[in-house]
């Protein structure tokens, strides 16, 4: 049982590039979330999804898109990265409901120049 | 303003001592108050989960919610320097469909 694990743990991306971070989950949690996190600013949701196939904004969803096609799987991308980008990203997931535990994976870290 | 103020510290504390961290909020819909701890380089894991007002103990940790103050509060009793971390509080509605975090507090206990 891995939990929620992250792929990239570590990247770099030059202005404008694009990618793809990846989360899992193996705990078959309805709900999945991607944060980042940024010194002084604490975890702020960027967009979430309650479902397979579902997906909703969160509070900074600017220069970013979702996609949950599998219920195991929420992938984040980047379509033209900034350096506004730089942070650490988790992914999280909760059993049924954002009010229950959300258990974090370990996070990617971002470096845009 | 933001929706939940937290001290972001940093705070340093020796050995044996008692920690106290602090969040205020100004939702005054918040129902459900968490405690996360997320050590350095590392996801943020749930450490307490509170619904009502008052204190809920779980071994050396306390949390305390005081809903008509819109104040919460996490103690550490006999802190050890394995809760040197970065301790961060969350709230959510019961119509949320997020939890809010305070921006968290980073604790060092020295030995």
């Known amino acids: 049982n891995a939990g929620v694990t992250q792929t990239p743990k570590f990247r770099v991306?030059?202005?404008?590039?694009?990618?793809?971070l990846l989360c899992a989950q193996?705990?078959?949690?309805?709900?999945?979330?991607?944060?980042?996190?940024?010194?002084?600013?604490?975890?702020?949701?960027?967009?979430?999804?309650?479902?397979?196939?579902?997906?909703?904004?969160?509070?900074?969803p600017d220069g970013y898109n979702v996609s949950r096609l599998k219920k195991q799987n929420f992938l984040l991308g980047l379509e033209s990265a900034a350096p506004s980008q730089t942070s650490v990203y988790f992914c999280a997931s909760s059993y049924i409901s954002s009010q229950e535990t959300q258990y974090f994976g370990p996070g990617t870290r971002l470096l845009v120049l | 303003q933001k929706e939940v103020e937290q001290d972001p510290g940093p705070l340093s504390?020796?050995?044996?001592?008692?920690?106290?961290?602090?969040?205020?909020?100004?939702?005054?819909?918040?129902?459900?108050?968490?405690?996360?701890?997320?050590?350095?380089?590392?996801?943020?894991?749930l450490l307490m989960y509170t619904?009502?007002?008052?204190?809920?103990?779980?071994?050396?940790?306390?949390?305390?919610?005081?809903?008509?103050?819109?104040?919460?509060?996490?103690?550490?009793?006999?802190?050890?320097?394995?809760?040197?971390a970065t301790y961060?509080?969350?709230?959510s509605g019961s119509?949320?469909?997020?939890?809010?975090?305070?921006?968290?507090?980073?604790?060092?206990?020295?030995?």
């Not at chain 1, 991306?13 to 793809?20: C, I, R, V």
């Not at chain 1, 996190?37 to 196939?53: A, N």
């Open chain 2, 95 to 111: 119509n949320d469909y997020k939890l809010s975090f305070g921006a968290g507090t980073t604790v060092t206990v020295r030995a």
């Open chain 2, 88 to 91: 961060l509080c969350a709230m």
């Open chain 1, 26 to 60: 193996d705990m078959n949690h309805e709900y999945m979330y991607w944060y980042r996190q940024d010194p002084g600013m604490g975890l702020r949701l960027i967009h979430y999804s309650v479902g397979e196939g579902t997906t909703a904004k969160g509070e900074v």
């Open chain 2, 13 to 45: 504390v020796p050995e044996g001592a008692i920690v106290s961290l602090n969040c205020t909020y100004s939702n005054s819909a918040f129902q459900y108050f968490m405690w996360y701890r997320q050590y350095s380089r590392k996801g943020p894991e």
């Open chain 1, 13 to 20: 991306l030059k202005t404008g590039q694009s990618m793809t």
């Open chain 2, 51 to 84: 619904y009502s007002s008052g204190n809920k103990e779980d071994g050396r940790f306390t949390a305390q919610v005081d809903k008509s103050s819109k104040y919460i509060s996490l103690f550490i009793r006999d802190s050890q320097p394995s809760d040197s």
